[in-house]
T-cell receptor
Framework: EPEVTQTPSHQVTQMGQEVILRCVPISNHLYFYWYRQILGQKVEFLVSFYNNEISEKSEIFDDQFSVERPDGSNFTLKIRSTKLEDSAMYFC?????????????FGDGTRLSIL | AQSVSQHNHHVILSEAASLELGCNYS??????LFWYVQYPGQHLQLLLKYFSGDPLVKGIKGFEAEFIKSKFSFNLRKPSVQWSDTAEYFC?????????????FGRGTQLTVWP
């Protein structure tokens, strides 16, 4: 079964540094998402992306965050100047149709630790 | 705003015991409902989903869930759990017909099954 892959699996970064989390969605999928889960809290939606544009973003996704599809296979999340509270597990997901009743397929996640 | 509540944070069972994990949601419109499972070290995988029709849905690995509209609930059940069901279980909803279908997750329930 095709999978969403995320790298790295664990990223440790100093506060204030920029970090880029990488995702390779399933190859024929066109709809992409980032979610995060702070330890002990709910999985929270960050952003959805389609046709090289952000479709929707949450209140968490402020100016420090950006997403990009730099080529035909990667989908990245950049945090410009990391804060302690950005420490979380970040999940990438993709969907083949973008239709709400179709499942999103998730990667294994990147654990981001801000020191 | 949509929200999802999972009442049990950690459930511990012996093999062959029956399982029911609670999930309640709040939303003013029509929703799609999902249960995802995350096995240790793996990505979120879809167990089952409901969007219309028979409110009792069957998923993979012997799991089922029942949508009770009047109670805003979508509880997950399995008649006889196995050690291999040890995982974290997430209930999620999105708005029917929403563009790209942003998911709202519950906090998750950690299930531990003792052999």
């Amino acid at each position: 079964e095709p999978e969403v892959t995320q790298t790295p699996s664990h990223q440790v970064t100093q506060m204030g540094q920029e970090v880029i989390l990488r995702c390779v969605p399933i190859s024929n999928h066109l709809y992409f998402y980032w979610y995060r889960q702070i330890l002990g809290q709910k999985v929270e939606f960050l952003v959805s992306f389609y046709n090289n544009e952000i479709s929707e973003k949450s209140e968490i996704f402020d100016d420090q965050f950006s997403v990009e599809r730099p080529d035909g296979s990667n989908f990245t999340l950049k945090i410009r100047s990391t804060k302690l509270e950005d420490s979380a597990m970040y999940f990438c997901a993709s969907s083949g149709t973008g239709i709400s009743n179709q499942p999103q397929h998730f990667g294994d996640g990147t654990r981001l630790s801000i020191l | 705003a949509q929200s999802v509540s999972q009442h049990n944070h950690h459930v511990i069972l012996s093999e062959a015991a029956s399982l029911e994990l609670g999930c309640n949601y709040s939303y003013g419109g029509t929703v799609n409902l999902f249960w995802y499972v995350q096995y240790p070290g793996q990505h979120l995988q879809l167990l089952l989903k409901y969007f219309s029709g028979d409110p009792l849905v069957k998923g993979i690995k012997g799991f089922e869930a029942e949508f009770i509209k009047s109670k805003f609930s979508f509880n997950l059940r399995k008649p006889s759990v196995q050690w291999s069901d040890t995982a974290e279980y997430f209930c999620a909803v999105n708005a029917r017909g929403s563009t790209l279908g942003r998911l709202y997750f519950g906090r998750g329930t950690q299930l531990t099954v003792w052999p």
